[in-house]
């Protein structure tokens, strides 16, 4: 399936301040109650009836860090306001400031596990949040947490390719094609390339009848015409959308309709591949560091609140595929129908997958670089 966008002018400012990669921003500020200054008494009042309100007590400063993968950052741009005017309904007079750092995704993870006090984990890969578990910072009962093991949206790997598709690039196997050059985040450093990487090998065992030789030499082929491998999956669009480098950049469906509508809008085309992997994006509270600023519960309603109608419509509009099947449903049009596998019911749990795909010498590094085993 080929999605095709019409021909505007390309916003090159625009997505250049869009991709810069690993800032930290604050993003949604908002004072809450009736003082501007965040730690003074409101002084008692009184009504037209002759009644006295008690005095309010010290507006609470509340400040919260979400360290997230590269390509979450437009979803939680929009999301932070809606959530901080959330906040304010419920929890009149307090100051809330939502602050958040993106990069790839297993970056960010060690970010975090070396110290970076992120009050949240928000991640596009189970192993990233499964880290953070290990050290202590997360508890280890995080994927109970929150509805849906902990994913408030999916989504899967797709192929953006140049308009009107000039290398007729319509399946994995077309990847292989002499002269057909591939863009892709690095499966070595992020969940973006790891997808990429697992979504051909999983369409290999699919196609192959889970013959591993015959699926080895198919994503070889692929990775042959890898051109370059990006730190981010950010990174990879731009050098796709606005380097010109490449006829097929792989990665995630919304990253992929994001450049198709606004990065490179007129310039590229989606094309859908009809069997590929889904990919999940868990979320959890650092309480290692929440317990210690105190902001847990913030920490916790701040996630609560992203399958929420408001917040998983948001998702759907940004091109991610909401958890909340009444949303996901309702959004089918821009989320057309994808035969999908969780690559842990194909390869086992993430560390069983890290392990053996992607560890130095494991299976990537063997068909990507003839590494020896």
């Not at 790891?194 to 290999?204: K, P, Q, T, V």
């Not at 992203?306 to 091109?319: F, K, M, N, V």
């Amino acid at each position: 399936m080929t999605i095709k966008f019409g021909q505007t002018p390309f916003a090159q400012a625009s997505f250049c301040k869009a991709a810069k990669l690993a800032s930290i921003t604050t993003v949604a500020t908002l004072a809450l109650g009736l003082s501007a200054c965040g730690n003074q008494k409101e002084e008692a009042k009184t009504d037209a009836a002759g009644n006295t309100t008690a005095a309010s007590a010290d507006a609470k400063d509340i400040e919260l860090l979400n360290v997230s993968y590269d390509v979450a950052r437009d979803f939680y741009k929009d999301y932070n306001p809606m959530f901080v005017k959330h906040y304010q309904a419920e929890h009149p007079g307090s100051n809330i400031t939502i602050k958040q750092s993106h990069g790839g995704s297993s970056k960010q993870a060690l970010s975090v596990a070396n110290g970076l006090q992120a009050d949240v984990a928000t991640m596009n890969q189970g192993s990233d949040i499964e880290l953070l578990q290990k050290k202590g910072l997360v508890a280890d009962n995080w994927t109970d947490a929150f509805p849906d093991y902990s994913v408030p949206f999916t989504s899967t790997i797709v192929f953006l390719v140049r308009k009107n598709n000039p290398k007729n690039i319509t399946t994995w196997e077309d990847l292989t094609k002499p002269g057909v050059e591939i863009v892709m985040a690095n499966p070595k450093v992020t969940g973006n390339g790891r997808y990429a990487f697992l979504g051909a090998y999983g369409y290999g065992l699919h196609t192959f009848n889970k013959d591993e030789n015959k699926t080895n030499a198919f994503v070889r082929d692929v990775l042959k015409n890898v051109k370059v491998y990006e730190n981010g999956g950010r990174a990879a669009t731009t050098t796709f959308v606005q380097r010109n480098i490449g006829d097929v950049l792989i990665t995630f469906e919304n990253e992929s309709n994001l450049a198709a509508t606004q990065f490179g809008k007129g310039k590229v085309d989606i094309v859908y591949p009809k069997y590929s992997i889904k990919s999940e994006s868990p979320v959890a509270v650092v309480n290692a560091v929440t317990d210690k600023k105190g902001t847990t519960e913030a920490a916790t309603e701040y996630l609560k609140y992203l399958w929420s109608d408001e917040a998983q419509q948001l998702a759907a509009d940004l091109y991610l595929r909401p958890s909340v099947k009444s949303v996901l449903d309702a959004n089918s049009d821009k989320l057309p129908p994808v035969d999908t596998f969780r690559p842990n019911d194909v390869f086992g749990t993430w560390d069983e997958i890290m392990d053996k795909f992607f560890s130095d010498g494991g299976v990537f590094d063997q068909l990507a670089f003839n590494a020896p085993k």
